[in-house]
DNA sequence: CTGAAAGCGCTTACAG
DNA sequence: CTGAAAGCGCTTACAG
């Protein structure tokens, strides 16, 4: 085989000269228009095999207005970016978007980047972008949205705003995860949760709450966290301060976050208390740590690969028809039961 | 802010109209050649950014033959893309490419999707690609060679063939390994090897030897691993039987992945086998199972994020300059110590 | 230093 | 059903 990169690549008019039609006719049996003539298209068929031609994007975007990518947009913070939920994510997007010829293409708002995003996207290199991991102060789905650009949320903004999300029943969660302390015969439970200034963590906290008067369960211990693993290794450490203060124990520990439990567990073990058999623990993500710790976690999963999926859907059906009104998928949350409770 | 979509994005030629010039000029100023008139820049450069002028791709692109895009290429496997090592990579390639205007696209190759990638770059949406977790059966790089495509891979290639690539110095971290364990104490080593078949095995277990003939150690105790937990647990169970069997056991354990000594931790402790008190381990990867485990593991570190900032050095280049000679870069391991060893 | 013009490789009304 | 032609928005020799 010879240079493919040296030797100019085949064109439409070279498959039409070969196949003795028009650039037209080729460009319909190209992008499968049905009108074509079952002969002329086989003709044209092999033409373009014996060719090996294979369209130019460039060009064919240049017409159509079309970039045929969209973005994954993510904060510039190392730790999202090693993160499974981010591969999970990527997983979960793939597979929509492939069979459709639409790229993926990766980008990290650094600091003051956010206008980078948008000229992307005004630069037709991306028709649309899904935005992860943003955080409150986060300008860029409004800036977005006031450009009038296809945008997709992976969680419910912290402000209500016009914009399409897909998210996990949150609450439901929770309660997921404290009808499960209860089946395995917890009375007095407790919970360190994520910050109340993020959704998750407020939602989390308010299924929970739900889920303990629909048991019928005394007053919980509440200690608040911020989803980091020294989060919550301080709100532990407060957890058993309180415990002692109040002279009651608690037998059931939900924690909002798995990264937030594995700092957890440690404090409860140099408190004496053992894990499972002391206090049941349950946690929220199914994130890695949730299986090398130690017990590994219960915990309450988010079906991510699904929601990315979701996501990538109405976000192509966004760049289709921008004109439609904008939605919100909510998805189920299933309880995955390891050793911690 | 008016919808950016609905109305047409501004051209060139309407910035070459509100600055009294022609088209030419505008794309000089824009592309920065240095021979416009400093007045007439200054004039160009007012009317871009009153109109909000932002170039189109595509358009430059099909006359440029540039995709301004390269890939990252996976193998289609759930493992790879919740590997910690996949974000890595890519945090360690964006800064790189971000402020040439290059974009970085992700793409798996699903059973026999190969041509894909080999159409995305003949299609010239991708300039180039950089190939992470290649195994030996995977015929992607010698098909993009063929094609005479730039091509990086991420590895040592398992046969040798005109490419460029990033590697560690696998025999080297390997050494680091035994180093600290003879500097510990430890007196009898033992491994659990990689995949003998692959170079990341055959390299880490050569380093491996090569360091324990230079302490003057005797004999180890060689047993292969297969690079996953179950592999690691398997193999350490026929290390504590052999050790049995030969009536001297090890004080100091190598195992060729982090992965594979979390297998293989558990069946130690089940057969009395303290860590690192009784046998100091010392694994290879520092991915995340590395922290997360119980003891914490000493482990040998690739510079990842370099080694991948490398690679899209190495493959802008290539892009720049088909014709150069291949070439391969070797980064120096490091050893990052915690309680196992 | 600047502009007129050609051309990159497609798609898509518009005729026929 | 098919083709001639215009046009998408740039860059780049080529003159001047």
Redesign the pocket.
């Given at each position: 085989m010879k240079a493919d990169v040296d030797r100019?690549?085949?064109?439409?008019?070279?498959?039409?000269r070969v196949a003795?039609?028009?650039?037209?006719?080729?460009?319909?049996v190209?992008?499968g228009?049905?009108?074509?003539?079952r002969?002329?298209?086989q003709v044209v068929e092999k033409a373009i095999s014996t060719t090996g031609?294979?369209?130019?994007r460039?060009?064919?975007s240049?017409?159509?207005?079309r970039a045929g990518a969209i973005g994954l947009v993510l904060p510039d913070e190392g730790r999202t970016l090693h993160d499974p939920y981010f591969g999970r994510v990527v997983a979960g997007v793939l597979p929509v978007i492939r069979p459709l010829g639409v790229q993926l293409v990766l980008t990290t708002t650094d600091p003051g980047g956010h206008r980078e995003v948008v000229d992307d996207v005004r630069?037709?290199r991306l028709d649309g972008v899904i935005l992860i991991h943003t955080h409150g102060a986060d300008p860029l789905p409004r800036l977005l949205i006031e450009s009038n650009l296809p945008v997709v949320l992976a969680a419910r903004p912290v402000r209500p705003m016009p914009i399409t999300y897909v998210d996990v029943d949150q609450a439901a969660g929770a309660g997921l995860a404290v009808d499960h302390l209860v089946a395995r015969g917890c009375r007095r439970v407790a919970t360190i949760t994520g910050p109340l200034d993020a959704p998750a963590g407020q939602d989390r906290l308010r299924g929970f709450r739900e889920a303990v008067a629909r048991h019928g369960l005394p007053e919980p211990l509440v200690v608040e966290g911020d989803f980091s693993r020294e989060g919550g290794a301080a709100a532990a450490r407060e957890l058993v301060a309180a415990e002692g203060r109040a002279g009651e124990g608690f037998d059931g520990l939900f924690v909002a976050s798995d990264l937030m439990a594995t700092g957890a567990l440690p404090v409860l073990r140099n408190h004496g208390l053992r894990v499972p058999e002391d206090v049941k623990v349950v946690g929220f993500d199914d994130s890695s740590p949730a299986v090398e710790c130690d017990p590994p976690l219960t915990t309450v999963r988010q079906p991510v690969e699904d929601m990315a999926a979701e996501m990538a859907r109405l976000l192509v059906e966004r760049v289709e028809r921008p004109d439609r009104p904008v939605s919100s998928v909510v998805f189920a949350p299933t309880l995955v039961v390891r050793r911690s409770g």
């Open positions: 100019r690549p085949v064109t439409l008019e070279e498959v039409a003795g039609v028009s650039r037209a006719t080729v460009s319909r190209v992008n228009v049905a009108t074509v003539d002969e002329l298209r031609y294979t369209p130019n460039a060009a064919r240049l017409v159509t207005r630069q037709r």
